[in-house]
Nanobody, 127 residues
């Protein structure tokens, strides 16, 4: 099993920045990639970004490209999501997830690909 704990959420004004962290523990050796998803009130959970655990491959949703950056620290088993130029529409609960698989951008955006999920951290962007 893999346990994931997110942190770093909070309230920020539009145009501001936040950095989310996701610490992984447990059977992390089986993890091939990590992803970030978000769910706004009344909406479905959507893909934000993904990163391969080895190598430099990253994927982003069009809505966050150029504003968000996903990165990892393998020594700390931690994945980060740096969010800049935040907009009110970025308000959501952000979840990190782990998967044993890795593939195309389209594939990495599918929730069912991920085996383990964190509890989520709230991000609120005020206008």
């Amino acid at each position: 099993q893999v346990q994931l704990v997110e942190s770093g959420g909070g309230l920020v004004q539009a145009g501001g920045s936040l950095r989310l962290s996701c610490a992984a523990s447990g059977s992390t050796s089986s993890t091939s990639a990590m992803g970030w998803f978000r769910q706004a009130p009344g909406k479905e959970r959507e893909f934000v970004a993904a990163i391969r655990w080895s190598g430099a491959t990253t994927y982003y949703a069009d809505s966050v490209k150029g504003r968000f950056t996903i990165s990892r620290d393998n020594a700390k088993n931690t994945v980060y999501l740096q969010m800049n130029s935040l907009k009110p529409e970025d308000t959501a609960v952000y979840y990190c997830a782990a998967t044993r698989l890795f593939g195309t951008a389209q594939r990495m955006g599918v929730m069912g690909l991920y085996d383990h999920w964190g509890q989520g951290t709230q991000v609120t962007v005020s206008s």
